[in-house]
């Protein structure tokens, strides 16, 4: 406002991606995990990364994703080794009398989620130091057990207090991620706080417990018309609910990231609930979609094999075919449920993952970009190994 | 030859120059890339041809670093045209992107390799392995892990309530009388445990031995058995199973075998239906294993106390027939029947005596 010439307008974020190089990226990446026993999604895992990083343009620089598949399976096998302990204690908890094995069940689950804060933060922080942009790289700053034990204190707080916490909850993690969260030299900062999706929040979940409570006492009140009133009140306590999540989604990350800045530029994110709903309605459509192709298909190849055999008992024709090889049948089974798998994990990644990064990205803004010229390169490649832990614990996200 | 309008950046500070690069091809491959800004002119970088690399990125832009400049140096063109032209003058490029990608394969097939190795090597070493680890196992702690496997089991199949027992009087003459062969069978086997045996009202037909010696036979299998040799050979494999220790055996291979598909899938937690399926599948090799251990015991109490094995063959047969079992499953299933095992039961030979009289075997068939 007091600088001498007009400011630099702000940066815009684009995304140049298209759904179906993503498609042929993840296509091949999933037929090339059968024939290497499932090392390869070391591999995928890291081209699906360079395409959303290498579309990702921010002011006409795109993203660089400088990691390597090599890095994150030595990460992984680190994991297994923490793992190992865990899996036996679940073993031995297991021959252990009822009592003991629920408590000592419950024991080392709750140490799980305790470790995959910890994965969740360093798996961050992976990226990060993987992450270019002109030629300087982002870093992580904090530490993973810090963050575990506040993550995990704040769920449990959350879950306490049935969810009033959540704006609290949310507003501190965020600001410990990205208040260590660094570009080059420059450290971003969170100006935000719980108050700025307060309003939000307490309305969805004021209005989501009243029609709880609605229907809760309409089922109790023996009232004439009560059914009627319950059978209502349920199926609007389950759209209200439903659309909860992606307002919520949207207010939390557009007021959240809004607040952030880069030393005096500003970042700038609008995300509207009505894109994110669009997004689910999209990938519901394509689900059903694709189940109905499924079941037609595997309706056709039976009724394709009753024509085989002459037998119009389909039941029997397939058991007979079942028992004439059974190595081969477990085969076709297997290849069956990994392909339904991998056409259900495609949509999820060509209808969600794909839809929410375009989103996000076409919307963001830098104001004050001059700020970030000065920016000098800082901090090493760290850690050297991975993300392990997430991806043992298959919460890898992109 | 025109030079490429790109942007620099030098890996040291954030802000991007606009440059113009040219390729100055030398005598025998030893070219230089020039980068000059765009504006002055003025040297921003020369860097030699055969130390370029390209960094992934999308199809219209071209990301070159070198070897000997900041590891986060980047000269970026933009425009197929320009990626193209500027591709073609470097084919040291092309060089430097297969020889990185022939790297990676070797390295995707040695693993592959490796991983193949780790679990074939698990397919047949934990088997063996499991019988080693059991040898050092104490009676005593088998013993207590199947008591509290009975309280499972109990829990299991009582539905909350007691298990509902068949004749629980330890005097009766159905008791004395499976108590007696119980008797005959370990008495020419090795084998700290005392087997128990407990007759259960259920409308499943079958029978299984937990670690340390407690044997649950249910009421339909009874029902099933043709005679009393029938039944005594069903309880002579169980016995098989307890002598032989296959139980606990059998848990310290699944533990392993759990944690190898873990490994191959990705799930350590073991939740997901592949873990399941895919460690069912590698157990299935163990438990046929056991099984043919206990049918070979159960000859042989056959062939030392003088009953006929042959109707444990038939009655297996039935209750496959009954369920309609089909070989596919049978390969998944913990307790198969395959075609080896009735021809191993149909070759023993036939002693022409039986296991109970026929007063003893209308007891137990009316146990419950």
Known sequence: MNELAAPAPPIAGRFTGTRTRLFSVLLRGYLLLVPTLGIYRFWLITQKRRFFWSHTRLGGDALEYAGTATEILFGFLIAVAIFVPFYFAFFFFGTQTPTIAAIGTFAALLALFLLSGFALFRSRRYRLTRTLWRGIRFNQSGSAWKYAFMRFGWYLLTGVTLGLAYPFMAASLFRYRYDNSWWGDRRLKFLGSWRDIAGPFYTMWGLVAALLAAVVWSLFSAGYAAGLTVLLGSLLLAVVALLAFPYITARERTRFTSKLTMGDAAIGLRIRARWLIGMYLVYALVLVAATIGIFVLVSYLISGTVAFTGNFDSLAAIQRILEQSSWLTIAVFGAGYLGVVGILALIGELFLGFTFWRIVVANLTIANPASLDAVRAFGKEAPALGEGLADALTSGGY | ?368
């Not at chain 2, 043709?226 to 050979?233: E, I, N, R, T």
Request: glycine share 10%.
């Open chain 2, 1 to 368: 030859m025109a030079g490429f309008a790109g942007r620099f950046h030098d890996g040291e500070i954030g802000r991007p120059r606009p440059v113009v690069a040219e390729v100055s091809t030398g005598g025998s491959g030893t070219g230089f890339l020039f980068v000059r800004d765009a504006a002055s002119g003025g040297d921003v970088a020369r860097w030699a041809c055969a130390e370029l690399y390209s960094i992934p990125s999308d199809r219209s832009s071209l990301r070159l670093g070198s070897v000997n400049a900041s590891p986060a140096a980047r000269l970026v063109v933009e425009g197929r045209d320009a990626v193209a032209a500027l591709t073609a003058a470097l084919p040291a490029l092309g060089r430097f992107h297969q020889r990185n990608r022939a790297r990676q394969v070797r390295f995707l097939v040695v693993g592959t390799a490796a991983l193949g190795v780790a679990i074939l090597a698990f397919v047949f070493g934990v088997p063996l392995i499991a019988r080693q680890v059991v040898a050092l196992v104490p009676p005593q702690w088998e013993a207590e892990l199947g008591a509290r496997a009975a309280g499972q089991v109990e829990a299991i199949f009582s539905g909350g309530g007691a298990l509902a027992r068949c004749d629980t009087g330890p005097r009766s003459p159905a008791n004395q009388a499976i108590a007696r062969f119980v008797k005959r069978t370990l008495a020419g086997a090795a084998t700290p445990f005392e087997v128990n045996v407990d007759v259960v009202r259920s409308d499943i037909a079958n029978a299984f031995a937990l670690p340390g010696g407690h044997v649950y036979y249910f009421s339909a299998l009874i029902e099933e058995s043709p005679d009393g040799d029938a039944f005594a050979g069903v309880l002579a494999h169980e016995i098989g199973h307890v002598v032989n220790r296959h139980g606990l055996e059998n848990a310290i291979a699944t533990a392993g075998s759990g944690l190898v598909v873990g490994m191959l899938l990705g799930d350590v937690t073991g939740f997901s239906v592949g873990a399941i399926l895919g460690q069912a599948l590698i157990n299935s090799r163990f438990s046929r294993e056991a099984e043919h251990a206990a049918d070979l015991f159960a000859i042989e109490t056959a062939r030392r106390v003088g009953f006929d094995v042959h109707a444990l063959g038939a009655v297996l047969r039935q209750i496959a027939a009954d369920t309609g079992e089909s070989r596919v499953l049978s390969l998944l299933s913990s307790h198969p029947l395959t075609e080896e095992r009735a021809v191993l039961l149909d070759a023993s030979p036939v002693t022409g005596a039986h296991a109970f009289t026929p007063a003893e075997w209308r007891a137990i068939a009316t146990m419950c």
